[in-house]
Nanobody, 118 residues
Framework: QVELAESGGGLVQAGDSLRLSCVFSGRTFSNYVMGWFRQAPGKERELVAVITSGGSTHEADSVKGRFTISRDNANYRVYLQMNSLKPEDTAIYYC????????????WGQGTQVTVSS
């Protein structure tokens, strides 16, 4: 069973930076695609960024150029570096994983709150 645990959220001002971390356990990390999602109050959950086991990345247009996803396969961690934060980035951020041959994210962390004040 995969377990995910996020950390690094907090309250910051617009323009600040944060780095979220997610620790993966229970299976072989390199066999999983990792994603960061977020959900703001009253809105649907949205994909923020994805990284494959080989390190290929994709970021949503809303965060492209500001957020960077990365992974450390040796230490079973995935990161989301968030720069130039905006109030509209305020949300609960979730780490998620899916096995490389599947299309559905099956495992989710508990989430970490990011609040950006103007």
């Amino acid at each position: 069973q995969v377990e995910l645990a996020e950390s690094g959220g907090g309250l910051v001002q617009a323009g600040d930076s944060l780095r979220l971390s997610c620790v993966f356990s229970g299976r072989t990390f390199s066999n999983y695609v990792m994603g960061w999602f977020r959900q703001a109050p009253g809105k649907e959950r949205e994909l923020v960024a994805v990284i494959t086991s080989g390190g290929s990345t994709h970021e949503a247009d809303s965060v492209k150029g500001r957020f960077t996803i990365s992974r450390d396969n040796a230490n079973y961690r995935v990161y989301l570096q968030m720069n130039s934060l905006k109030p509209e980035d305020t949300a609960i951020y979730y780490c998620a994983s899916k096995y490389i041959s599947t299309s559905t994210y099956s495992y989710w962390g508990q989430g970490t709150q990011v609040t950006v004040s103007s």
